[in-house]
């Protein structure tokens, strides 16, 4: 009774399509995320898992499951995910969905590469224990959609800290990677043809313009290598180290 969020509802309506997200103040002065979806509000806990649990003790379920899997590897034994196990993997695998589309919705684009990667090494671990290749392939599918939000995030954060050559770094890494995933199913021929693939290289080559960059450090390194100009290569390391 007089627990309803009808007023709050009211005064945050939906817009299908959009993702609606706002920071908070939770009723102890935590900082919280809010999400309006179409049935509701979802609110996310801004560090460690989103729902603000500790599975068995630990920061979060990819935690508990590595620990699980090095006590096995101690005892000569293979680790191998049980039917509970993929469901609760699963059960993180949409909180950091939800947190990473919020991160990237507040633009706060270093914590979303944060989700993105705890996300990407959870997608590593499941590939490594699981029960079937059905479940590989539930979660394998979306790797390039991490992959590709990642990406946004690391070169518009590279952007925000005024580095515009870190950003095509990143963004050149993130396309080699999207390349061996489309490699990966045998689909490289349609990797041009790929939303992500465009929104990225449209990216890459507007930063270009704008910076009047055409080829980073690293990306003269690379060529000094493999054209054995060593001397120059090693100058190359040199500026890319004091840049760091």
Excluded at 71 to 83: C, N, P, V, Y
Excluded at 155 to 174: H, Q
Excluded at 195 to 214: A, D, F, P
């Amino acid at each position: 009774m007089g627990e309803g969020i009808d007023t709050v509802l009211q005064s945050w309506k939906h817009k299908p399509g959009a993702i609606q997200a706002r920071l908070a103040t939770g009723a102890d002065g935590r900082e919280v995320i809010q999400m309006r979806v179409d049935l509701g509000i979802l609110q996310l806990e801004v560090s460690g898992r989103p729902d603000g649990a500790r599975p068995r003790g630990c920061l979060t379920y990819f935690d508990y499951l590595k620990g699980k899997a090095r006590r096995a590897q101690r005892h000569g034994r293979s680790f191998t995910l049980d039917e509970a196990q993929c469901q609760e993997a699963d059960r993180e695998f949409v909180q950091y969905y939800h947190r990473r589309l919020a991160w990237l919705a507040l633009q706060q684009f270093g914590r979303a590469v944060d989700d993105a990667d705890h996300t990407l090494a959870f997608m590593d671990f499941v590939r490594d224990h699981s029960p079937s290749d059905e479940f590989t392939h539930a979660h394998e599918q979306y790797r390039g959609f991490v992959t590709f939000q990642r990406t946004q995030a690391s070169a518009a954060l590279a952007v925000e800290k005024g580095d515009p050559e870190r950003a095509i770094d990143e963004i050149r890494t993130g396309l080699g990677s999207l390349r061996s995933f489309f490699a990966a199913y045998g689909l490289e021929d349609q990797l041009d043809d790929n939303g992500m693939v465009q929104q990225l290289k449209t990216m890459e080559n507007s930063l270009r313009q704008t910076h009047g960059i055409e080829a980073t450090l690293q990306e003269q390194l690379d060529r000094a290598v493999a054209n054995e100009q060593y001397e120059e290569a090693a100058r190359l390391r040199d500026a890319l180290k004091s840049r760091h």
